[in-house]
C-alpha cells in the first residue's frame, strides 16, 4: 500500500520484479542503477549469494524530488526466483504496489515462466487484493537471444488479462525503462 | 476500485502524534533511535540520534527480516511473531508489529534493560494502534491531498528522469 505522508509531504511505493530463477530481474536493477542521475538513487542493495544469485532481495530507492510539493520515492525489490524460496518471495511481496514480472524468453524456460506466474496469483489473492485488477507489467526480456520464443506464443500463455507488455534485453538497456515508466504510471494512476 | 490498492494517508496532526510518541519511547527507555515503518519497508517516522547513515535501506531490511520472520512462524505452525529481538555487540534491536500493518523498531544499547524496553513498546504498539486506526478511517481522497494535476505532472517527472 502507497503511502502518503501528508506531515513531512512524502509520497513512498513499493514495486517489486517477480519471476522465475535466472530470467534477468537483477540485471533490470543494475541497469537502472547505471543509468539514473546520482542524485535520483541510493545505494542498489544486494543479499546475495557467493555465486551472485540473488538469496533475499536487491533493493533500489529512486528519489523523482519534489512533484507540486511532494517528494516521492519508489523503491524497487526483486524476488529470489530459485522455486525453493517461495517463501521469500512471500515476504518481499509484502506490501507492493506493483509488480513488473520478468519472463524468460528462452524456448525452454516457457514452463518455468508459468509456474512462476500461477505463483505470483496465488501469493496476491493471499494478500487479500484482487489479483486481476492489480497493477502489473509484464517484460519479455533475453529477446537477444536467438531461441527465443515468439511474442504471440509467449503471450497468448502469460497475458490473458492483456498486460502492458514489453520486449528487452535487460543486459544491454534494452526495454528496461520502458518497463520501469509502464510501472511507475500505473502505480501512480491508482494511488 | 480495490479498497487495497487505494493508499494509506496520513494527516499531518497523526504525524505529529507519532513523532511524540516514538520521542517518548526513545526517551523513556534510554534507547538510541526508534523507527516506525510500513510492513511494505517504507519509513513513516523516525526519531532518535541523526547521523544514522542508511534510514532506507534499514527499513527496506527490518521490513524484510520481519516479513521473513513470519513466513517462519507459519512453517513452524506457530500463530505469529508479534515481536523480535535482534542482540548485536554493541546495540539491540527489538522490533514489534501493529495491527499487520506496521512495524515499530527501537535500536538500544547495553545500558538499557530489555525487560523496560518490552514493556514501554508495547505501551507504545497500542497508542500507535489507535493512530493506525484513525488513518485507516480518515476519509480524505487522493485528489484533495494532492491535487488533481498531481499524475499529470508525476507522468512527466518519471518521463524525464526514467531514461538512458
Ligand atoms: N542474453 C541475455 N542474457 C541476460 C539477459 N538478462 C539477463 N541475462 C543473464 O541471465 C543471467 C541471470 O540474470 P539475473 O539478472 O541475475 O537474473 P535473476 O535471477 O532474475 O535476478 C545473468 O547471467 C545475466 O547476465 C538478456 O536480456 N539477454
Ligand atoms: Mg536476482
Redesign the pocket.
Known sequence: MAIINVGVREIHCKIVYY?P????????LQYIHSQVPREAKGDLLSIATET???LFFDFLPLDLGKVRGFSTRFHLY?VP?QVLYERTRVAVLNGADGVVF?ADSQRDKLQEDIKSLQELARNITRQNKKFSEFPIVLQY?????PNALPVPVMDKYLNPLHWQRYD????TGVGVFDTLKAISKLVISKL | MDPQLTSLIVPPEEVAHIDECLARLVDDTGGNYALLLDKSGQVIASNGDGNRQDTTALGALIAGSFASSQQIAKLLREKDFRMLLQQGVRENLFIALIEDQWILTIIFNKGTHIGLVKVLTKKATEELASVLERVRKQRQTRDEVLGSNFRTSMEDTIDLLFRD
Do not use: L, P, Q
Not at chain 1, 530463477?21 to 533490470?28: A, D, E, P, Q, V
Open positions: 519471476g530463477g535466472m530470467c534477468g530481474k537483477t540485471s533490470n551472485e544469485r540473488t526483486t526466483g520478468v526480456n533475453k529477446r537477444d537471444i528487452a534485453v535487460a543486459t
